[in-house]
């Protein structure tokens, strides 16, 4: 148990649904992250939210929305996903962004998510 | 820009054998150099870290030392069990607002 979870663990939807991912830490973070990991590609890192705010967004399109309410949650909403998109969704949180030794980060165990 | 090469796997070893999974990085600044392991099903944790060159971390039987003249951070053990296999991530972090830059992964099996 990390302190980082999220649900569901399972997610399988058609193109044309909408849904949401939710991840939720209990360790007390200010910076939280969403990663997407296909096979044989390196870990991608999608969005990051320091202190609820969005720091970065590397090029994700638009049929992925996050969504960051307060330091504790975290939400990734998709729709009209493409079958491309079927990845395992990684959600991780770090005490913060600004010091190194506080940018350690802590890993959820995934939403895999398959697209038909 | 940084980045972090890490051997091709999978690799599969025997019981009680000597483990390295190569990690080499390119980065701009002096940053810190982590491993990350995944377990079937799970999220990546955090396996060790060095912070500076000739540090060495170690956790769980594991090592890796920053060597910064051969901008490496090999990972090794002298004894893999069965529980090891796993994917292992090598990643790095720049100073400041620079965020984690991970390697492909190796996957590693132990047979017994």
């Known amino acids: 148990e990390t302190g980082v979870t999220q649900t569901p663990r399972h997610l399988v939807m058609g193109m044309t649904n909408k849904k949401s991912l939710k991840c939720e830490q209990h360790?007390?973070?200010?910076?939280m992250y969403w990663y997407k990991q296909s096979a044989k590609k390196p870990l991608e890192l999608m969005f990051v939210?320091?202190?609820?705010?969005?720091?970065e967004n590397n090029s994700v399109p638009s049929r992925f929305s996050p969504e960051c309410p307060n330091s504790s949650h975290l939400f990734l909403h998709l729709h009209t996903l493409q079958p491309e998109d079927s990845a395992l969704y990684l959600c991780?949180?770090?005490?913060?962004?600004?010091?190194?030794?506080?940018?350690?980060?802590?890993f959820g165990a995934g939403t895999r998510l398959s697209v038909l | 820009g940084n980045s972090v090469t890490q051997m091709e796997g999978p690799v599969t070893l025997s019981e009680e054998a000597f483990l390295t999974i190569n990690c080499t990085y390119t980065?701009?600044?002096?940053?810190?150099l982590f491993w990350y392991v995944q377990y079937p099903g799970e999220g990546l944790q955090l396996l060790l870290k060095?912070?500076?060159?000739?540090d060495k971390g170690s956790n769980k039987g594991f090592e890796a030392t920053y060597r910064k003249e051969t901008t490496s951070f090999h990972l090794e053990k002298g004894s893999v069990q069965v529980s090891d296999s796993a994917v292992y991530f090598c990643?790095?972090?720049?100073?400041?607002?620079?965020?984690?830059?991970f390697g492909k992964g190796t996957r590693l099996s132990v047979i017994a």
């Open positions: 991780a949180s770090s005490q913060d962004r600004g010091q190194l030794a506080k940018n350690i980060q802590y």
């Open positions: 360790l007390g973070h200010n910076a």
């Open positions: 939210y320091n202190f609820k705010e969005q720091t």
């Open positions: 980065a701009t600044g002096y940053p810190s």
């Open positions: 060095a912070t500076k060159a000739d």
């Open positions: 990643a790095l972090s720049d100073l400041g607002n620079t965020p984690l830059v």
